[in-house]
């Protein structure tokens, strides 16, 4: 039996259906059969089909285990509706998960980094303190404009991530490394190792490729304006536009290409005047998106 104040699904006392709901307290009159959640008060007269007549089916069926309402069968202090039914709720399924395809959300346990401003929400007692990463990256960071304004996320609780609604995607590092655009950084573990360092085969005369290196083991969540595709750079050479390209593997040899065409030299926001080459084994992520495009003024 779950402690007071906590629910949980339990085997249903009247033996009617595999669980009813727990709420801490009293017994509610959801009920879940076959992995369905339906609504049945307790006393209900039974009925063919599934076993007793539910009242009627809950707004969306819900596997068991699933996040339920957060007020219980009877509202969030009298509130009812799809926001707070269950399907919004925080998920608990792993210390760091996707709360949605545009929100992270972190369970602390070691301190990790953030984009500064991304926290949307949070709970518990968490202190965010300015990161800057040494004299050294601060100098990088004014010569080069890979800006990663960071935070040292810290203490206890659960903290929610997002920037500008762009999808979030988490990887894996063991003993890896990634190179990403720092505008694509939304956070990482404090275990990893992070540098600014120049594209290989690039200059600031060339296009002034300057990237983050992330190295080490750990985990690291980082943005994309819409779904991005991933390319096997061990397929064939690969090429990205230098504004779409996300992050690629950092074992990758990399060239800037220049394209020579009349309409491609009208500055940055022509997309297509600099594009980054890939050789090697590893992975290349590019968004379907070239940021935001700068527009000469007329």
């Not at 609604?165 to 990634?178: E, F, I, K, M, P």
């Not at 990758?252 to 290409?257: A, D, F, I, V, W």
């Not at 491609?264 to 297509?272: P, V």
Request: proline share 5%; aromatic share 8%.
């Amino acid at each position: 039996m779950s402690a007071p104040g906590q629910g949980s699904w339990q085997p249903d006392p009247e033996g009617r259906y595999e669980y009813r709901w727990f709420d801490g307290q009293q017994w509610t009159d959801q009920v879940s059969q076959q992995g369905q959640v339906l609504r049945s008060p307790l006393g209900a007269p039974p009925q063919s089909g599934l076993g007793a007549a539910p009242a009627q089916p809950a707004h969306q069926a819900q596997p068991v285990g699933q996040a339920q309402p957060l007020g219980g069968a009877d509202g969030f202090a009298g509130i009812t509706g799809e926001l707070v039914d269950g399907r919004f709720s925080e998920k608990e399924a792993k210390a760091i998960a996707n709360q949605n395809t545009k929100m992270l959300r972190v369970r602390l346990g070691e301190p990790f980094m953030a984009r500064q401003g991304s926290m949307v929400a949070y709970q518990g007692n968490v202190d965010f303190a300015f990161e800057g990463g040494g004299a050294s990256k601060f100098i990088k960071k004014a010569l080069t404009g890979e800006g990663l304004p960071l935070m040292r996320c810290a203490g206890q609780g659960d903290v929610f991530l997002a920037e500008r609604a762009y999808d979030v995607h988490l990887l894996n590092l063991t003993n890896s490394g990634l190179s990403i655009s720092g505008k694509n950084v939304l956070a990482f573990s404090s275990s990893l190792d992070w540098n600014i360092e120049r594209v290989r085969g690039g200059s600031v005369v060339a296009g002034g490729l300057f990237n983050t290196t992330l190295r080490g083991t750990g985990w690291v969540a980082l943005t994309t304006d819409g779904p991005p595709v991933v390319l096997n750079a061990a397929e064939a050479p690969t090429f990205a536009d230098t504004n779409a390209v996300v992050a690629w593997s950092a074992n990758l040899q990399t060239q800037l290409k220049t394209s020579f065409k009349a309409g491609a030299l009208i500055g940055r926001g022509s997309g297509e005047a600099v594009q980054v080459s890939f050789y090697g084994n590893g992975f290349v992520i590019v968004q379907p998106s070239e940021g935001v495009q700068v527009v000469a003024a007329q």
